[in-house]
Nanobody, 120 residues
């Protein structure tokens, strides 16, 4: 079973930075795209950023120029560097991965989330 564990969330003042990490473990045969989503209280979960195995990145317009996604394929880890944080970035951030585990099937896997709070 593929498991994703996020870390790096916390409380930061507006304009500050945080770096999130997400490590995939378990019975993994292969991982394709990895990414980050976020969900604020009372809102739908929304896309933040995505990175393919080859390093192609995609960002939500709201974070372009402020957030950078990267990955370490050798260690099945994805990162999200968040700079110039704003109060509206406050949310629970979820890691996701499109992976093939021991079942042999490709599925979307999710982490448990890490809270990011930006104070004004």
């Amino acid at each position: 079973q593929v498991q994703l564990v996020e870390s790096g969330g916390g409380l930061v003042q507006a304009g500050g930075s945080l770096r999130l990490s997400c490590a995939a473990s378990g019975g993994i045969f292969s991982i394709n795209a990895m990414g980050w989503y976020r969900q604020a209280p009372g809102k739908q979960r929304e896309f933040v950023a995505r990175i393919t195995t080859g390093g192609t990145t995609t960002y939500a317009d709201s974070v372009k120029g402020r957030f950078t996604i990267s990955r370490d394929n050798a260690n099945n880890t994805v990162y999200l560097q968040m700079n110039s944080l704003k109060p509206e970035d406050t949310a629970n951030y979820y890691c996701c991965a499109y992976a093939r585990g021991t079942s042999g099937y490709w599925n979307n896997y999710w982490g448990q989330g890490t809270q990011v709070t930006v104070s004004s």
